[in-house]
């Protein structure tokens, strides 16, 4: 089957035109790169008209980049592209048939995370585009993370399905998993390694000529789909797991009444030939939208990919165990909130809090699972008065956001910090305090972002992650 694959692409010729569907946070950047690159002639990003994202559409078309927060470079290289009619967005996808190469970037969310369940059903939808237009000897290549199993299982079914086409026969198909953070897009896309899979050997060298031109320092590591699917899910579910560790050293920490922050630099130091200590930030929470759900893609690939019984002590993964420390975080800067209240006579019932701090992610308008949600909703459901203040979110389903700060801060008794954004590091004790017309205001600092004693000499009462050397002190 490779051997008339593989004349089939001979017979196309290289990569000159790439379809791009899912104009979010890693398609577009991705377009932006590929449309940039002297070896490819034309790139279309794919968005649905839809009530809720068709506005992208335009935007794009006129160069200008819908995700907000700071991103640099994104909004140039896009006009350039633009201007050069190097890209365009359409809602037509029965474009697909121009390209030579399809990539997929869609959101792939867990119904019920208890039962394993990825909601598939917007990937499903955009294979399914792929597929009614899917002509012989493209390439399709899923970047979404995904389950390990879905390329050589879901995909290559519904693509085989909706073409009356042959994967590994009549088309390549691979997956490339996106490697990017928000804030750094165009940056990671260029420079970390790019993890290629492919169904079989011909599929995986097509991929491989799609990625190397938008490369500057990365290199590409080729591998199988579902090792590539698996190198995805596990590297995102060990970050989780490093935070867990030590997000649960700041609980241990405040337990025994010292400051995480000196453990961390201690645990830092070790240095030398074989030494490892790599040790992250404790925080409020983990968003966004592949920490909050890799851990059970890997989960549910090995259960429905696995081709032996399980070798394992009869305990709970500790992958799951450590993405409910991180999924905690929220309910614990709830009871410090409860705790600092007490410490003025305030019931949390009667109090007024404010959030500062909507994104997830410092200095990014990316809400997506923000763990300011979860707290949010314990404070609301406890009968307190909640506003939120986020410099570059301007809009979330059902939550009032203000960019005014001195309103959200006017008359509150609590300041509550989720987001290390760079306004938030500049925060004067006295001005709050102004503002809340407070004489003992609370600060719960889940970032690390406000000097204690600062706040604490000027009357506040003072509780952060991870800072049992200072969540109990004395009331000035």
């Keep these: 089957m490779t051997d008339k694959l593989q004349s089939l692409l001979e017979e196309r010729g290289p990569i000159k035109k790439i379809g791009v569907i899912g104009m979010g946070y890693v398609g577009i950047p991705a377009a932006a790169l590929f449309a940039d690159s002297p070896k490819f002639d034309k790139v279309l990003g794919f968005q649905r008209n839809s009530a809720t994202s068709g506005y992208k559409i335009d935007m794009l078309n006129r160069g200008e980049s819908p995700l907000k927060g700071e991103e640099p470079g994104l909004e140039d290289l896009l006009e350039k592209v633009v201007e050069k009619d190097k890209f365009e967005c359409t809602p037509d996808f029965s474009r697909i048939t121009e390209m030579d190469a399809v990539t997929l970037a869609i959101q792939t969310p867990f119904k019920d995370p208890k039962d394993l369940l990825p909601d598939f059903s917007a990937l499903e939808a955009g294979i399914r585009h792929v597929g009614q237009y899917l002509q012989p000897g493209m390439l399709v290549v899923l970047e979404s993370t995904i389950t390990p199993g879905t390329t050589t299982g879901m995909a290559r079914e519904i693509l085989e399905e909706e073409s009356g086409l042959k994967a590994?026969?009549?088309?390549?198909?691979?997956?490339?998993p996106e490697r990017v953070m928000v804030g750094r897009l165009l940056q990671n896309i260029q420079e970390h390694d790019r993890i290629v899979g492919g169904i079989d050997d011909v599929s995986t060298r097509r991929a491989v000529d799609l990625y190397e031109p938008v490369?500057?320092?990365?290199?590409?590591?080729p591998m199988s789909a579902t090792a590539a699917e698996v190198t995805k899910t596990s590297e995102n579910t060990f970050r989780d797991l490093q935070i867990a560790a030590v997000n649960q050293l700041a609980l241990y920490c405040e337990a025994m009444g010292i400051n995480v922050y000196d453990v961390r630099e201690g645990v830092a130091s070790l240095k030398g030939e074989g030494i490892t200590r790599a040790i992250l930030y404790p925080g409020a929470g983990v968003g966004g939208h592949c920490l909050t759900k890799d851990t059970y893609h890997l989960e549910r690939g090995l259960q429905i990919a696995k081709q032996a019984d399980l070798d394992f002590p009869e305990e709970p993964s500790l992958y799951v165990t450590a993405r409910h420390i991180n999924d905690f975080m929220p309910e614990h800067m709830y009871n410090l909130t409860v705790e600092a209240l007490e410490?003025?006579?305030k019931d949390i019932a009667d109090a007024k809090v404010a959030i500062l701090g909507w994104a997830f992610l410092n200095d990014s308008d990316d809400a997506r699972n923000t763990p300011a949600e979860p707290y949010r909703d314990l404070l609301i459901d406890a009968g307190a008065e909640v506003k939120v203040h986020d410099p570059h979110v301007l809009q979330y389903p059902d939550v009032e956001i203000s960019q005014d700060m001195e309103e959200v801060l006017d008359g509150v008794d609590a300041v509550v910090v989720f987001a290390g954004h760079r306004q938030y590091y500049s925060l004067k004790p006295q001005r709050l305090q102004e503002l809340s017309g407070q004489t003992h205001p609370v600060i719960?600092?889940?970032?690390?972002?406000?000097e204690p004693d600062a706040f604490i000499d000027a009357g506040f009462v003072y509780k952060g992650i991870g800072r049992g050397d200072k969540n109990g002190h004395e009331m000035i």
Excluded: Y
């Design 444 to 450: 719960v600092d889940g970032r690390n972002v406000v």
């Design 343 to 345: 410490r003025i006579n």
């Design 168 to 176: 590994g026969e009549n088309f390549a198909l691979a997956h490339a």
């Design 215 to 221: 490369l500057t320092k990365g290199r590409v590591i």
